[in-house]
């Protein structure tokens, strides 16, 4: 059984954290896997999560090279879930003369 990718998906405040590890390529598993910001954000988008800000990101290779661990973490800021209250400009009120027209 050839191990593949995990995937830790989780919410805390609003951010939204996601960790992707993946196995060194061999025999067993001899496809090249590579993780960019634009595609973790488009798995979090199928799965019904509005991300509104990347905070951090990193990229995710199964290549073997002495720099790559494998693993990679990336933070989303999240829409919030109350839109934005609208605010209006004070109305001002006019004092009108008070006059009285005789006929």
């Known amino acids: ?27 067993q598993f001899p496809h090249t896997l590579v993780y960019k910001t634009k595609n ?3 798995l979090l988008t199928k799965q019904g999560y509005k991300i ?13 090279t002495k720099d790559n661990a494998g693993k990679g973490i990336w933070r989303f800021k999240l829409h919030s879930a109350h839109p934005p209250k609208k605010t209006t400009k ?13 006929y």
């Open 1 to 27: 059984m050839t191990k593949k990718e995990t995937i830790d998906i989780s919410e805390n405040n609003g951010i939204l954290s996601c960790t992707i590890e993946i196995p060194p390529r061999n025999y």
């Open 40 to 42: 973790v954000v488009e």
């Open 52 to 64: 509104d800000q990347i905070l951090e990101e990193t990229t995710v290779h199964n290549k073997s």
């Open 90 to 102: 004070a109305r001002t009120r006019t004092s009108k003369p008070t006059t009285s027209k005789k």
